[in-house]
């Protein structure tokens, strides 16, 4: 018999994905649509009644000059890979720094990206032991916002 997961997901994290999903309406003039708790991706941005791309959104606790790459677990990738196949929408990942908020596009990372086991961690709520295969995503390839700053 296998054990489900504990959700480590609260309220404020939920606010704080609202606020950047706002954000984004605002920026690329869409939608989003929130995605059911456990679905695969966070938000659909859509436009004219149309899907336009799956978001991902992850919120990290430092500047986006402190760590070289920003880590999206293989499980995401392999979801928008199958996604992708039937629906050719794009997946964008999503990050708010403290300082930034940048995107880059899953599609160049699924068969080229920087493979590694999640280091161990003692700063995540998750158990320091809840390992799993991430791709490593250069801060200097995504795209980001000028002068977004959403922790002000």
């Known amino acids: 018999m296998t054990q489900s997961k504990p959700i480590y997901e609260n309220k404020n994290d939920y606010l704080v994905e609202q606020k950047l999903a706002d954000f984004l309406c605002e920026k690329w003039k869409c939608e989003m649509y929130r995605q059911k708790k456990l679905s695969q991706f966070d938000f659909i941005a859509h436009k004219d009644g149309k899907p336009r791309a799956l978001i991902e959104l992850r919120k990290l606790n430092c500047s986006k000059d402190k760590y070289p790459t920003a880590m999206v677990s ?25 300082d930034a908020v940048g995107y880059v596009d899953l599609q160049e990372y699924v068969m080229t990206g920087d493979f590694r086991m999640s280091p161990i961690s003692h700063n995540r709520r998750n158990p320091a032991d809840d390992r799993e295969i991430v791709a490593h995503l250069p801060v200097e390839n995504f795209t980001f916002f000028k002068g977004a700053n959403l922790n002000e």
């Not at 995401?76 to 929408?89: D, S």
């Open 74 to 98: 293989m499980t995401k990738l392999v979801a928008w890979q199958t996604m992708y196949g039937v629906t050719r929408l794009p997946c964008l990942f999503v990050v708010q720094w403290q």
